[in-house]
């Protein structure tokens, strides 16, 4: 992985950064730090100004793991597209499986509460998010126990789901469910725009980075050998950095095409 701000991070940005890059965050660590209650989420407002500049800027967009409406409650400002459920909700043109997925999951949630009778006794909270589910065992006073539990309950699951893993939360989705980087090329191919940055911090992000699709710069947040980005942020902080520095490349290209013209 390059550090985004070493000469050779700088040289690569600059070359995916034009008025016609699809640009694209994850929330939760990536735009908003990570927070104890996922609710309070916040993303701060120098981040949120600048996510503002670039939306005027060029095409910004959303994917996230959170339901469409819950990430819009948090954002302040309506990116072009805001693709929730890792991908499986919000796509242009797929609001049938849309409501698929929703079906499956109902499903899953009435085998669930058979499977995992003690659920919250245990501290096991289920979020059901339309399109996918998650169960979250951070309160669990067992957590390896939990975590176990859960994913034996989901082995037990008619249709079998795609489990996604997180810190303290395992999550699912139905098998055909696009997840962020199929979400991710498909937005691309809508919008027609031949290259994207996208920059996310956890598993489910890696979707997007083992694409290793030479067209995506993958940025992650925080430094991870394991991970198949390209490029990262030491942390979160740095986020609005990199922001920063697009809005300035992008204005930049700006000038140089309108003295081209002069
Ligand atoms: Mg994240």
């Known amino acids: 992985m390059t550090y985004m701000f070493s000469p050779k991070g700088v040289e690569e940005l600059c070359s995916f950064v034009d008025a016609a890059t699809l640009f694209a965050f994850d929330l939760d660590g990536t735009l908003a730090p990570i927070v104890d209650e996922p609710a309070a989420i916040t993303i701060n407002d120098e981040v949120r100004q600048a996510l503002i500049q670039l939306n005027n800027l060029a095409t910004v967009t959303i994917i996230t793991g959170r339901s469409r409406s819950d990430a819009m409650s948090h954002l302040g400002f309506t990116p072009r597209f805001l693709v929730g459920n890792h991908g499986a909700e919000g796509l242009p043109g797929e609001t049938t499986s849309a409501q698929d997925f929703t079906t499956v999951c109902n499903g899953w949630i009435n085998q669930l509460e058979l499977l995992l ?19 979250h065992y951070r309160q669990a006073s067992d957590p390896v126990k939990a975590q176990n539990s859960i994913l034996a309950a989901f082995a037990d699951l008619i249709p079998l789901p795609r489990v996604v893993s997180g810190i303290f939360v395992e999550n699912i989705a139905p098998q055909d469910a696009p997840h962020k980087g199929a979400a991710l090329e498909s937005l691309m191919a809508h919008l027609k725009c031949t290259r994207a940055i996208f920059v996310g ?62």
């Not at 009778?117 to 169960?135: F, H, V, Y």
Request: hydrophobic share 35%.
């Open 117 to 135: 009778p003690d659920m919250s006794a245990n501290g096991i909270l289920l979020e059901t998010k339309g399109q996918t589910i998650a169960l």
């Open 201 to 262: 911090d956890d598993v489910t992000d890696e979707d997007v980075f083992n694409l290793r699709n030479p067209s995506i710069l993958g940025v992650r947040v925080g430094n991870d050998p394991k991970s198949a980005a390209l490029s990262y942020l030491k942390d979160q902080h740095e986020m609005v950095r990199l922001l920063r520095e697009i809005i300035s490349l992008l204005n930049a290209s700006t000038r140089t095409t309108e003295n081209l013209k002069n």
